[in-house]
């Protein structure tokens, strides 16, 4: 990393140097960019809102690939991927409304008494039941076979969640 204060002072101190001493592209590319978030006074919060900006398009990424792995898992079920996308559509939307309710509901408690956990641990036990008896009823599986289905779908969407937010932590850095 380098001392100057500005991008122009850290470019004109690498045209002072000798070509073969410069930094390279990606070590000029990152100290570029740690200048201009260390310019800022709070750098996390321009990292978070660059991260925002980006969750439309990683949802965007997401539904058809939560598809993709549905039809991964009921391959036997003999449906096409439209079918399983617009599964991947349907619980998507519900999770959000569910969200929304629950932050609405921990609002509207908020001037009496705090139970925002309590609403929390609320929403998320129904849209754990949600999905299952959904993916039992879409799909007409077994109990016990949704069940196992479910946590492997869990595993598989944690992951691709994770790959994702690391996508946007890398592109709001890299973008930003």
């Known amino acids: 990393m380098s001392d100057e204060n500005s991008i122009e002072e850290y470019e004109k101190a690498q045209r ?25 006074p709070d750098p996390s919060a321009k990292i978070g809102e660059d991260m925002i900006k980006y969750v439309p ?4 990424l997401l539904l058809p690939l939560f598809a993709l792995i549905l039809k991964l898992v009921y391959i036997r ?7 399983h996308l617009i599964y991947s559509f349907h619980t998507h939307s519900a999770i959000f409304l569910s969200f929304i309710v629950a932050k609405f509901l921990s609002w509207l ?3 009496v008494v705090d139970v925002s956990g309590l609403i929390l641990f609320a929403g998320i036990v129904y849209v754990t039941w949600y999905i299952y008896r959904s ?5 007409g599986s077994k109990r016990w076979v949704t069940l196992l289905k479910f946590f492997f779908l869990f595993f598989c969407y944690s992951m691709l969640l994770t ?3 690391l996508g946007i932590i890398a592109i ?3 973008g930003g």
Not at 17 to 36: A, G, M, Q
Not at 77 to 83: A, D, I, N, P
Not at 135 to 139: A, C, I, K, S
């Open 135 to 139: 993916l039992r009823t879409f799909y």
């Open 109 to 111: 408690t908020g001037f």
């Open 77 to 83: 079920k003999k449906r096409y991927y439209y079918e």
């Open 16 to 40: 002072a140097l000798p070509k073969e001493k410069r930094d390279n592209f990606i070590v000029n590319y990152f100290t570029k960019k740690s200048i201009e978030y260390n310019k800022n």
């Open 172 to 174: 709001s850095f890299i």
């Open 163 to 165: 790959f994702c937010f």
């Open 57 to 60: 398009k990683m949802m965007f």
